[in-house]
């Protein structure tokens, strides 16, 4: 883990390691459910198809994008095919969601190619950003309907309170459940600074012992169904709200430590309208 500082640029690592999958907590679920520790070097696209429970989509390598020429989300639209860059930490994880959350990624690859027929590829829209926005830094909360109060703490950035004076809810009654590849691509070299985007989700009581795989089932379906109802929820400003991931408990070392939480450059107060 990196000092008590911002980290102004990043990097994630130039070569495959394994091990980051065993010592880093924020990849638990990602081991447990495709065990890339057990990988000697860089999966392949045939590799990461393998790991689908969803056929109707498979991963192909990039230079068949290169080729054909077309814009990466219409070429996914058209052929159901997930280009992947070689080598890259950023692709593999993007495979990964769309292992996890197949429903949910076909609907934002649609609602892209929607967006893109009423407007115009450029200049990029609100809608394009925010559908954006969640697919590369969304960590979805899970929450039980007794944690409201929770989600109003992280809203207006109350994190001493929801992070360390209710501790104990987390793993219990409320978790962070990563959907932004990018998020899991900074996460190979965590640094303080390291901020995703909530998107809050209420689950039924026993979620929480579920296993792992009913548990991304479970959300894929709920947030898929609430976007494809509700597209204009992806621009109300009580989703995608910050959340300063290092703070998760469990999520990083230091944190188990108050102090650790009144670094108020990483930990910011809400602003004052």
């Known amino acids: 883990m990196q000092p008590n500082r911002i980290k102004p640029r990043f990097s994630p690592p130039a ?24 990988c000697h070097d860089w999966p392949t696209p045939d590799w990461l198809s393998q790991q689908r429970t969803d056929s109707r989509f498979e991963f192909v390598a990039n230079a068949v994008l290169e080729q054909d020429g077309r814009y990466y989300e219409d070429y996914i639209y ?46 990029r829209t609100v809608l394009r950003n925010k559908i954006t926005l969640l697919d590369e830094c969304g960590v979805l ?4 309907a007794g944690q409201e109060s929770m989600v109003q703490h992280l809203q207006q950035h109350q994190w001493q309170q929801v992070f360390w004076q209710q501790r104990d809810a987390w793993w219990q009654q409320i978790r962070p459940v990563v959907f ?49 109802q509700q597209p204009k929820c992806l621009l109300q400003k ?36």
């Not at 999958?21 to 520790?37: C, G, R, S, T, V």
């Not at 909360?141 to 039980?144: E, L, P, Q």
């Not at 190979?188 to 209420?202: H, M, N, R, V, Y």
């Not at 709200?241 to 939480?261: D, I, K, R």
């Open 78 to 123: 058209a052929t159901r095919q997930i280009p992947t860059r070689a080598e890259n930490w950023h692709d593999l994880f993007g495979a990964f969601i769309w292992c996890l959350f197949p429903k949910t990624k076909a609907l934002l690859n649609q609602l892209h190619i929607q967006d893109i027929e009423r407007a115009g590829l450029s200049p």
């Open 141 to 144: 909360i899970a929450y039980t």
């Open 15 to 38: 070569d495959w390691q394994a091990e980051l999958f065993h010592n880093n907590p924020i990849f638990q679920d990602l081991q447990q459910l495709f065990q890339p520790a057990s």
């Open 180 to 228: 932004g590849h990018a998020i899991y691509e900074m996460a190979t070299q965590p640094f303080i600074g390291l901020t995703a985007k909530c998107w809050f989700i209420e689950v039924p009581e026993d979620f929480f012992s579920w296993s792992v795989a009913k548990s991304y089932v479970f959300l894929d379906q709920q947030l898929c169904q609430l976007i494809s």
């Open 238 to 273: 009580i989703q995608l709200t910050p959340l300063p991931l290092l703070g998760v408990p469990g999520w990083h070392e230091s944190n188990a430590q108050l102090a650790f939480y009144q670094n108020q450059d990483y930990f910011r107060p809400k602003r004052q309208a």
